[in-house]
């Protein structure tokens, strides 16, 4: 779709709320106790009303994994050098990552998408070339990337939307790779909620103490130097955003324009969640939130926008992992949503009033 970020933002709705209410009619009649599955329920209802009240029979899953390259990484944020970057990419594309593992449990499609790899790739199966430039600034000596590029990256991501959702897949995941990007989702967390840096800073890929104090020191450097508008999204990316963020964001954006339900991974999904929430609130309504990372900053996350995750396992990876390994719980949904009978459906006897 050839449309401008303003046009694709005036068009995305909230889903209506008396199809919600419609959908608990159903849940609250089902063979069980009012209530008693829980946050299955709230899925379900939540899955009916994106769909506008027309369930699909089952889900065709994909995961896009958006990678990039980070010029903050020259200040030693990070336990590993760029290069990971671009052999992780290759490591997606011969099926032996974690992603691709847990995607092969739940029969899910990866895509790993170039949108800023310091790197030239020759093009592989399921690659998607969407690169806006090798790599962004480093943002404590300019800034991340020009405006244009920040909404280049952002329409990259909801024409990678646009481009799954017209193959067919209507439930939708990103994923994130790209060494330094816990620091740059810190940075922008904390352009748009102003919160305590040494709450939001965590260990990334795994860094020893004074590294973390490091990366604190660094978001806190940028966001001193750029003075990021916490309301604005596009220049929170230009001044301290990173291209895979970017894109996230516009893929966010893209599931919700398109009307499908999107999957939020962890600390770095949330960061291109809470821009595309800057664009237009109505996204929330489009997604379901997988799990609590083990950064820090991503508890914060769940109490500014209100919301909270499926699960807790400790996970701190990305990849999308999270989000895949939620596509069960979903499913399950959807199936107690459909499948199940009603009392009167199986003749079985209410609770007695």
Known sequence: MNASLSDITKQIFPVNELLIKKAFERINNLTKPMGSLGRLEEVAAKLYAIFGGNMPEAFRKVVCVFAADHGVTEEGVSAYPK??????????????????????????????????????????????????????????????????????????????????????????????????????????????????????????????????????????????????????????????????????????????????????????????????????????????FSHCSMERGHKLFFEFIKSKPLFDLNLRLGEGTGSVLSFPIIEASLKMFNDMATFEEAKVSEKLS
């Open 83 to 288: 290069d990971v970057t671009h052999q992780m990419v290759y490591n997606f594309l011969s099926g032996k990552a974690a992603i691709n593992v847990f995607a092969n449990t739940t029969n899910t499609t990866v895509y790993v998408v170039d949108v800023g790899v310091d790197y030239q790739f020759e093009g592989g199966k399921n690659l998607l070339i969407k690169k806006i430039r090798r790599g962004s600034s480093n943002f404590v000596k300019t800034t991340a990337m020009s405006i244009e590029e920040a909404e280049k990256s952002i329409l990259a991501g909801f024409d990678v939307a646009s481009d799954v959702i017209s193959k067919g897949y209507n439930l939708l995941a990103p994923g994130d790779m790209g060494i330094g990007n816990t620091t740059v989702s810190s940075a922008v967390l904390k352009a748009v909620t102003g919160y305590d840096t040494n709450q939001l800073v965590g260990y990334g890929t795994g860094v020893d103490e004074q590294t973390v104090k490091l990366k604190i020191k660094t978001v806190d450097k940028a966001i001193t130097l750029h003075q990021p508008k916490k309301d604005d999204a596009v220049d929170i990316l230009h001044k301290v955003g990173g291209f895979e963020i970017g894109a996230i964001c516009g893929f966010v954006l893209g599931s919700a324009f398109y009307k499908r339900p999107v999957v939020i991974d962890g600390f770095i999904s949330a960061a291109g969640f809470i821009l595309a929430m800057l664009l237009n609130k109505n996204v929330i309504d489009y997604a379901i």
